[in-house]
């Protein structure tokens, strides 16, 4: 039980011979650091703690690490109330913990699950003081050393430890609409990206601006469009208004509603769980959550319905073979037996996955991969561009992959995204069983059941009512424009009953606002049509799509007239949709937030807020308000 200190106490002492043998020294030592476990003693991961400097309301972060050890760096002299947090256990506080000069504090936390009766505790286990060097000491027979070391540059033992990866988003920025008339993108309706800033906010902390997509956090609600009545799966839905962000743009808002069946109506299923089992997963936010979140799924399932379990650690295997929905608790005490431990062969797992959805195709069926992981893998296939080869050679077989993330600390958001998006199926997010109750249970047929496949939008600009425009989100889905008409170009996956929403804000022709542009042209001369000045039409929305087993493409082209209404009188579509695209620039700090704030979000969302019978749009709203309190966005 002792071993995580042990291990945090060998690095003290490893971080102090070194700075003897450099002759280091420092005047003004400032160091807090400690360990946490559960009330077993066990190590606990991924803690977000917290030090709010009593005088002036100062905030520090740190993150414990797979040992359970924590550090603060460059954290300055003053009385510090501090609190431990982690999904499925009690907060932890202590007030008045003093860091001064030339002082090592140490703290000790143990921290109780909810289910318990117990308290979470934090006690300062020692105090030392620094003396030019590393002064020696004992506790609990184990030799400790004290290292002194400039508050502005830390040893790297001491660095948060936080190894979480996110892919760089460049903005889409404006183009003319006289020589870039055509903006192209495939179709997104993932949502991992809303609940993992939900994480962050939850823990009173800011996400990193590349874990923010705009166009996720927009999609993670369900807008009241019209359903389709022809021929195509789908309806479209457009609105014109003012920006709220800048009165001289206006704002398009394209929506698309895929076509809902009834549960018995949906063709069965062929399912294999891929679960990560590796040592990486054993934290309460991993595995314990993956548990009961497939176990909620499992509940879900019909008759009809087939179940496989693969699982992967060191190797992959198969835990469970493919086996009928109506032995339900066959596959729950499966789940339930699963433990955590050894390295991460996820490219393993994943081929052992795909072999076992063969083995049980379903013909006209609903095959899927269903991937809960937290992206970390580092055994065998494990590069993210070999992953995606695979995948991308595999859907070609009809068996679609979704991808869920878990936990944090060591989260691979970049990774898991690409795999979804290559695999032709959706990405969440897990960060607690309420997220889990929504994928599984109430979105569950339109995650779970494709109705249209590689959709595909490109819109038209008339250049003689649009001078620029922007797509807002989706950098990671942009297509080029001949992209559109190639049917072996890849896009997103529409499932039954699932809205789509995308948002353009445009600058009006004729405006004297500057948008970069390129040189004229030596050999040719590019002129706007008479034809398009006489024009009703502001733009033309083209979309394609295939059926969910074909191989050929459908084209529908959708007009949009300039007729444009009044902010204030906007649909509650419009409107809430607007106030999450401007959370989302203003969490990205987006230099094309004009003048967004925090109090115009939450106006516009608490008026748009409409039935909510979820309480998604009530949970966002409050999301806002922690993050005003935060202080930090401006």
């Given amino acids: 039980m002792k071993k995580p200190f042990i291990f945090c106490f060998v690095i003290l002492i490893a971080v102090g011979i070194s700075l003897l043998t450099g002759k280091s020294q420092a005047k003004d030592v400032v160091l807090l650091s400690g360990t946490i476990t559960d009330q077993n003693g066990h190590p606990l991961s991924s803690v977000s703690i917290t030090a709010e400097e009593s005088s002036s309301g100062r905030i520090s972060r740190a993150i414990s690490n797979k040992k359970g050890c924590f550090s603060f760096t460059g954290i300055s002299p003053g009385v510090y109330d501090m609190r431990f947090e982690l999904q499925d256990f009690k907060p932890a506080r202590i007030k008045g913990v003093k860091v001064i000069q030339q002082r090592w504090v140490e703290l000790r936390a143990v921290m109780a699950s909810v289910k318990s009766g117990n308290k979470s505790l934090v006690k300062i286990r020692s105090v030392g003081g620094v003396l030019g060097g590393v002064v020696g000491g004992v506790m609990g027979g184990v030799q400790k050393a004290r290292v002194a070391y400039e508050a502005t540059a830390p040893p790297a033992y001491y660095r948060e430890f936080n190894t979480e990866e996110y892919d760089r988003i460049y903005e889409n920025r404006y183009l003319p609409a006289l020589t870039n008339p055509l903006s192209t993108f495939s179709i997104d309706v993932d949502t991992a990206s809303y609940a993992n800033v939900r994480r962050f906010i939850k823990m009173n902390q800011l996400p990193p601006k590349d874990a923010v997509r705009v166009e996720e956090m927009i999609n993670y609600f369900q807008y009241d469009y019209p359903g389709p009545n022809g021929k195509h799966p789908f309806s479209i839905f457009t609105e014109i208004s003012s920006s709220p962000w800048n009165p001289d743009h206006r704002l398009i808002h394209i929506g698309l509603q895929g076509r809902m069946s009834e549960t018995e109506e949906l063709p069965p299923s062929n399912l294999v769980f891929l679960l990560d089992v ?108 070999e ?239 922690v993050s005003k309190l935060l202080g930090q966005l401006k």
Avoid at 412 to 421: C, F, P, W
């Fill in 387 to 625: 992953l995606v080869r695979m995948i991308e050679e595999k859907r070609k077989q009809g068996i679609f992959l979704t991808v869920l993330g878990f936990g944090m600390g060591n989260y691979k958001d970049g990774r898991m995204e690409q795999l979804a998006d290559k695999g032709n199926g959706n990405y969440f997010y897990i960060d607690g069983l309420l997220e889990a109750k929504k994928v599984f249970i109430d979105d569950l047929w339109g995650n779970l059941f494709t109705i249209a496949k590689d959709v595909k939008i490109q819109i038209e600009f008339n250049p003689a009512k649009v001078k620029a425009y922007r797509l807002i989100g989706y950098e990671n889905r942009m297509l080029k424009k001949e992209d559109f008409a190639d049917d072996k170009k890849d896009a997103g996956e529409l499932g039954a009953g699932h809205t789509v929403t995308a948002l353009y804000e445009i600058i009006p022709y004729g405006s004297k606002e500057e948008i970069p542009g390129t040189d004229t042209l030596k050999y040719q001369e590019i002129k706007i049509s008479p034809k398009a000045f006489r024009s009703g039409e502001l733009l033309t929305v083209k979309l394609r799509y295939k059926d969910p087993d074909g191989d050929k493409s459908k084209l529908i082209v959708y007009p949009l007239i300039n007729r444009s209404i009044q902010f204030a009188k906007a649909s509650n579509n419009f409107k809430f949709a607007a106030a999450v695209a401007q959370f989302g620039m203003l969490l990205r700090d987006s230099k094309f937030k004009g003048s967004a704030s925090l109090d115009a979000v939450l106006e516009i969302a608490k008026e748009a807020k409409g039935l909510d019978s979820h309480g998604y749009r009530a949970e966002f709203i409050n999301l806002v308000e």
């Fill in 278 to 385: 590796s040592g990486s997963m054993k934290t309460p936010n991993k595995l314990p959550l993956l548990k009961s979140s497939f176990q909620l799924l499992t509940k879900q399932m019909r008759e009809k319905d087939r179940v496989a379990i693969v699982v992967y650690a060191g190797a992959a295997g198969l835990v469970l073979p493919s086996t009928s929905g109506d032995h339900k608790q066959k596959i729950l005490d499966a789940i339930e037996k699963l433990r955590a431990g050894g390295s991460t062969a996820g490219g393993a797992g994943i081929q052992l996955a795909y072999k076992v959805a063969m083995e049980n195709f379903i013909k006209d069926g609903n095959n899927r991969i269903i991937l809960a992981t937290d992206g970390d893998f580092n055994i065998g296939m494990s590069s993210t561009s």
